[in-house]
């Protein structure tokens, strides 16, 4: 489970995080929605242990990743808001660096890399360069990246900008399967309807505070709108930065 | 559990090697740079043993034969070619009562024209008066012998040149050139490497993804460094080998210099080379971490290698010689070389001394960019 308490974080006058508090539990799929510039990549980065909150917490599993960075992030994947690829590395490589550093080497390691390449039904280009992917298979070494040690925890930063449908009905496959094997996933997102096709449960998050939480019927609910985008946009009060 | 430096060490040099324009640019500076030297050695070399004939003009040469064939024989010629425009005529002119003269004893006349404040004529002028005067001296020795007389009367001091340089000491003064660029070498060779591995891993997105990994920020930072410094000390090495090779092409001999590295020597200077390729690297990484983009970090590296250059050819200009300089990194490292190539003694505790001081200034350095990057400031640009 994640956990996130109480977080503050200022940056100059800039107040990014006021008190911001959810969490995800295991077996369940969160969607962090929130307006550009909401303070949604800085909650995530404080999860990662990148960032120092000036206040608050944030636990993986009752372990504070302030306190115990290295211990936190053994326990998640990430899948960043942009994500380079090493372009002289093959797919494989790359998986199998990661997994590396998650402390799967050798056979451990080659076996774990088999597997989240497999998943990702990306055997074809796994020896090829990183050099002319397409952003599909980008994506697709990204995840698989980020699953190759299977984490308890997954955590998605805007996952789905820039991809095709193909690519984006691979990763909504992928969520949906971990979800069903008990992953604990957070996503952030400013996309309306990936949020409602996707989350069981939705926390709006809006200058840096939880704005609303729960299931999307319930927001529905809460705002007295039928459609997810109109709830949204009443919860926050206003419809800047955000896409349908 | 594996250790977390290796596993980036040995991801960040296979990505290195992949990278032609690394590999490249690791071997031509260690390649290019010591046959450039060769080529200006060559030259030099060339124009100090083969001094070319002095071609001036000689009037009345009828009168005094055989002046003229001692001027000739060492070298000083009738000049057939006109004088180049802007270039003062040098003449000699021999007076037609010279044969009279020197059977009457009398001092013979030959004058000398040319413009004496004119700095490149300065060395023609000079043979032409010392050819003259060896020559009178000659008539001088030949005269007092015939009237009953010791010509060394004439003679009353002797100065004996006694050169203390020895072979190995001339050739320092060429080598120290040299030694610039073996230095140099592990300076130039990771660099490429060291850009990409930092500012590259920035510009391409890779850096955030990388630092929330579960290992430390210096344990990242010490494998990439043990990464660029590989390919520093392949480039130190190249240079080691190839130096000694190339030399081996051009007539130093002719110029009394003798270059003779053996395999214990090139062992030991490569040795020195891996804390100082170290050094290099943890300085290359210092600045283009913080360098947001492969541009931005060539800028600042290319400020940075001013400074082995000012080190290295500041002390040799201005003929420091304090001995700190043994202890210190880079000078230390320097000394040691000069010390090698001039054939001196080896000072093995300050050449000890400064290799540990150079491990150390380059750990505390890795341990600053781990600390670096540890800050949001740093990662993010806040």
Known sequence: MIEVKELRKQFGKVTALDGLSFSAPEGQITGLLGPNGAGKTTCLRTIYGLLKPDSGQAFIDGIDAGQQPLEARRNIGIFPDKFGLYERLTAREQVAYFAALHGLAGEAGDQATEAALQRL?????????????????????????????????LI?????????????????????E??????????????????????????VVAKGKVAAQGTTEELCELTGESALEEAFVKIIGTDEGIAA | MTNPVKIVWRKELKD???DKRSVMAAMSYAFFGPLLMAVAFYVMISQLTDPSDVEIDIQGAEHAPALIEHLNSNGIVQREKAWAAGQQP???????????????????KVTLT??????????????????????????????????????????PIDMVKHDTATK???????????????????????????????????????LELLLSQPLNAHQLVLGKALAASSFAIFGGVLSVILIPIIFRFLPLHNIGISLSLDWTMMVLIVLMLVPLALFATALQLFVSFRAKSFKEAQTYISFLLMLPMLAVFGVEFAR???????????????????????GESLQWLPMGISALATLLVSWLLIRFIGRMLASEKVVFGL
């Open chain 1, 178 to 203: 971990l979800r069903a094997q008990g992953t604990s996933i957070l996503f952030s997102s400013h996309v309306m309807q990936e949020v409602a096709a996707l989350c069981d449960q939705v926390v």
């Open chain 2, 320 to 342: 420091l010689k304090n001995p700190v300089l043994y202890y210190l990194p880079l000078t230390g490292q320097h000394q040691a070389l000069l010390d090698i190539i001039k």
């Open chain 2, 114 to 155: 040319a413009d004496f404040s004119a700095t490149k004529q300065r060395g023609d002028i000079n043979r032409i008066e010392r050819a003259i005067e060896s020559y009178a001296n000659q008539i001088a020795y030949i005269r007092l012998q015939m009237r009953g007389l010791d010509p060394r009367v004439v003679r």
């Open chain 1, 121 to 153: 039904d990306m055997l074809e280009i796994a020896d090829r360069r990183a050099t002319g992917f397409s952003q599909g298979q980008r994506m697709k070494v990204a995840l698989a990246q980020a699953i190759v040690h299977r984490p308890k925890h």
């Open chain 2, 168 to 206: 190995g000491s001339r050739a320092a003064i060429l080598m120290g050139s040299v030694l610039i660029f073996i230095l140099l070498s592990v300076f130039f060779s990771g660099m490429n490497v060291a850009i990409d591995i930092s500012a590259g891993e920035r510009e391409r997105n890779s």
């Open chain 1, 156 to 176: 998605l930063d805007e996952p789905s900008r820039g991809l095709d449908v193909m690519s984006t009905r691979i990763l909504r496959d992928l969520l949906r």
């Open chain 2, 90 to 108: 040098i003449t000699l002119e021999v007076d037609e009562s010279w044969a009279e003269d020197l059977a009457m004893a009398m001092p013979a």
């Open chain 2, 16 to 18: 290195a090697i992949r």
